[in-house]
């Protein structure tokens, strides 16, 4: 079981992509929120610019 110092990580990771795929969103026309649930791929593979 994670601890909740962790936990609130992966929160604020999931925030902070969220906050960028919503910018994307604006630009490639995409639903963020569709992209945010997987439903679609996000066009940019964020997990290499960590």
């Known amino acids: 079981m994670a601890s909740p110092g962790h936990e609130q990580l ?15 969103d604006m630009k490639y026309g995409v ?12 066009p940019i593979d964020w997990s290499r610019h960590e």
């Not at 992966?10 to 994307?24: C, D, M, P, W, Y």
Request: avoid cysteine; proline fraction near 7%.
């Open 10 to 24: 992966l929160v604020t990771k999931q925030f902070i992509l969220h906050r960028q795929l919503t910018g994307a």
């Open 31 to 42: 639903s963020a929120v569709n992209v945010y649930q997987g439903k679609h791929p996000p």
